[in-house]
Structures are given as structure tokens and as C-alpha cells.
């Protein structure tokens, strides 16, 4: 069976400091990951997935996530947070390329200034 | 580009009617359309996979005669709840994927029912 964890359900950063959200996955056949953000109110946003390419993957907004097999995790990191990344961060799996998303339980990014 | 609405975006209604949300991708086909239900502070749960001009395939634990889903055409799934009750009330979003490229699902800003 697939599944994803996300360490920690709140985090909180200065503006300007680094971003590191955790998220690690279980999975029988090789994943399919990604990250999505969630404003309030409004539907979920794709910031960047992993399809068995390069390990590295860039997103939108700033955003990267590393995919480590030995660790099976796939954290999302950013050097430097921005007031409007303050949102809502779910990590998710699909077991090869099903189409099933899987999700985390949430991470909500604050940004203090 | 890849634009899914919903409709209502928000909705009421008493115990015992039944609601129906509809999900239109507004610039692509969707060959598959995915439902979720998301109750506050958790997270997206796969309620059904619905692909065009078939029947839907439902998570476990979900009932199929409860929610009913139509997938009529490449732009357009319906949820409808039946006989809705109180515990039904949550965030129902839904979702389509490109044919092709079915690792990839947009989303649309989902429907808050409320059943009093």
C-alpha cells in the first residue's frame, strides 16, 4: 500500500529565511511525487512532481524538492520564504503513473515578517 | 491553461435532499475525473475515479449509492449527494487529468456543503 507522511502540521518561518517541509512516502512500486499549495479558498496548485526523471526537481515560485530513495522522502525546500507562501502544503504519491493521488495530512506554512 | 471550475462553490441544504455539484475542465478534455473529500485542517481523501461514458470506480469505504457521479462528457462530472445528512457536510473538490498525461490533475477550488 501507498502512503505519505508529513512531519510537523504547522510551520512557521521569518520572511526571508529558509523553507523546509518534510514528507516522506511508502510505496510497493516505484512513486510518482508531488507537491500542491492550497490557498484559502481556492483549489490546489501544482508546485512540482517527480516522474523517475532527475532526482532534482524545480518548481513554481521558487520552490525545490529532492528525491531521496534510501530516505524515501521527497522534501520540499525554498532558500528564502516570501509573505504570499504563506498557504497550505500536501505532499502526495501515485503508485506509477495510476493517476491515484494519495495525499499527506497537510503542512500549514506561516510567514512572520 | 488546464482550468477546472465548480458549481455552487458553496451550498446548503436540508437533511434528507440530495445536492448536485458539478466540474467542468474549462479548456482541456478530460479523459478522467477524480473526486475528493476534505474535512477541515485534513487532508484530500479520493472518494472515485470516473472516466468518460463509464461507470465510476469508488474508493473503499465509499458509497456508491450515496454518491452518485457522472462522467457525460470530456468536460463535465457531476457529484450528487443523496439524502444528505449533517456528516455528509465537507469540502468536495474535484479533479481532471489529461489524456496522456494522467500523472498530472487539476484542480478545481472545490464546494463547501453544509447539511443542517
Known amino acids: 500500500a501507498q502512503s505519505v507522511t508529513q512531519l510537523g502540521s504547522h510551520v512557521s518561518v521569518s520572511e526571508g529565511a529558509l523553507v523546509l517541509l518534510r514528507c516522506n512516502y511508502s510505496s510497493s512500486v516505484p512513486p510518482y511525487l508531488f507537491w500542491y499549495v492550497q490557498y484559502p479558498n481556492q483549489g490546489l496548485q501544482l508546485l512540482l512532481k517527480y516522474t523517475s526523471a532527475a532526482t532534482l526537481v524545480k518548481g513554481i515560485n521558487g520552490f525545490e524538492a529532492e528525491f531521496k530513495k534510501s530516505e524515501t522522502s521527497f522534501h520540499l525546500t525554498k532558500p528564502s520564504a516570501h509573505m504570499s507562501d504563506a498557504a497550505e502544503y500536501f505532499c502526495?504519491?501515485?503508485?506509477?503513473?495510476?493517476?491515484?493521488?494519495?495525499f499527506g495530512q497537510g503542512t500549514t506554512l506561516q510567514v512572520k515578517p | 491553461g488546464a482550468v477546472v471550475s465548480q458549481h455552487p462553490s458553496w451550498v446548503i441544504c436540508k437533511s434528507g435532499t440530495s445536492v448536485k455539484i458539478e466540474c467542468r475542465s474549462l479548456?482541456?478534455?478530460?479523459?478522467?475525473m477524480f473526486w475528493y473529500r476534505q474535512f477541515p485542517k485534513q487532508s484530500l481523501m479520493l472518494m472515485a475515479t470516473s472516466n468518460e461514458g463509464s461507470k465510476a470506480t469508488y474508493e473503499q469505504g465509499v458509497e456508491k449509492d450515496k454518491f452518485l457521479i457522472n462522467h457525460a462528457s470530456l468536460t463535465l462530472s457531476t457529484l450528487t449527494v443523496t439524502s444528505a445528512h449533517p456528516e455528509d457536510s465537507s469540502f468536495y473538490i474535484c479533479?481532471?487529468?489529461?489524456?496522456?498525461?494522467?500523472?498530472?490533475?487539476?484542480f478545481g477550488p472545490g464546494t463547501r456543503l453544509t447539511v443542517l
Open positions: 479548456d482541456f478534455q478530460a479523459t478522467t
Open positions: 502526495a504519491v501515485t503508485p506509477g503513473n495510476t493517476g491515484k493521488l494519495i
Open positions: 479533479s481532471g487529468g489529461l489524456a496522456g498525461d494522467t500523472d498530472t490533475q487539476y
